[in-house]
């Protein structure tokens, strides 16, 4: 009897769909077969909540709500350096942070778009206007990245937080970065930033998650070896993105901790997650929280 497919969620993005091409189209040998949706990183952090799907692409802001049913795998995720989200303005501002003046002034009771309040995002920019917006900003409001550029642009709010590929083109839609979060917390823990990680349910059982953890770091691995072999699939799903903006997506956000997160990137996620707790902005984890099985 041919074994069910495992059903899995990560979004369109270059980053994942170059990590799972080779496994997506059973180019993985022995890995487990996978159903794939395609969903945007705020509908697959409620999945998870909900309990859905067996894998899925979620950030990793939302762990402390869903490791009792699902359990990090040590690869597959996106970390890394230079990488962070970037808050932007339609007029230019001090920007930067290392003091409680600079990148403020422009935020402090204004309106800010987030792409989702349990977004790695939107907890990075919490710890940050902590240190540098002391008065707080005057209200966040969600909605789908893609969006958040053209609603700053448009005035329909003050500042956006972006992620993914609007590192590189923000300046298309005449904004300007008012600060880089990455930045902040690099400078302030020395730690890489920790976006995106890839969960499974643990009911699946120690073997199946090992298996799992295989297939991730082997088809991230056959996607270096040969890079022509994802293009169909990265541009297919990149929303008409510019092939050389897809390579420089993939280029920050693909890297040494994809395949390994590593003691550097467990310490970045415990670092986030704790100091994150100690501020009241997510529950505290567990010891144990983060064993892989």
Not at 1 to 30: E, Q
Not at 133 to 161: Q, S, T
Not at 164 to 184: I, K, P, V, W
């Amino acid at each position: 009897m041919t074994p069910k497919a495992l059903k899995i969620a990560y979004s369109p993005c270059p980053n994942d769909t170059f990590v799972f091409d080779a496994w997506a189209h059973g180019r993985v040998p022995g890995a487990p077969k996978i159903d794939v949706t395609f969903a945007d990183i705020d509908v697959t952090n409620g999945m998870a909540e909900r309990g859905e799907f067996d894998i899925l692409k979620v950030s990793y802001a939302v762990l402390p709500w869903v490791l009792d049913e699902y359990a990090l795998l040590p690869c597959g995720g996106a970390l890394g350096r230079g990488c962070g989200p970037l808050v932007l303005t339609r007029e230019p501002g001090a920007r930067g942070g290392t003091s409680q003046a600079e990148g403020s002034g422009g935020l402090t009771g204004k309106t800010v778009a987030v792409p989702s309040e349990r977004s790695t995002a939107y907890l990075l920019f919490r710890l940050w206007a902590a240190d540098v917006v002391p008065e707080g900003v005057g209200g966040v409001v969600v909605m789908p990245f893609h969006e958040i550029m053209p609603a700053v642009r448009d005035g329909k709010v003050d500042a956006g937080l972006v992620i993914h590929e609007a590192r590189f083109t923000y300046q298309n839609y005449g904004l300007h970065s008012l600060a880089d979060m990455g930045e902040h917390w690099e400078r302030t823990t020395g730690l890489p930033i920790p976006l995106g990680a890839i969960i499974a349910k643990r009911s699946l059982g120690e073997e199946t998650l090992r298996r799992l953890a295989d297939a991730a770091r082997t088809s991230v691995r056959m996607a270096w070896d040969d890079p022509t072999a994802s293009l169909p699939y990265v541009l297919e799903h990149a929303q008409e993105m510019d092939p050389m903006v897809a390579d420089q997506h993939i280029g920050l956000y693909v890297n040494e901790f994809t395949a390994d997160l590593g003691e550097d990137g467990y310490a970045a996620v415990r670092g986030l997650l704790t100091r994150a707790a100690a501020e009241g902005l997510v529950p505290p984890l567990g010891r144990d929280a983060l064993s892989f099985v």
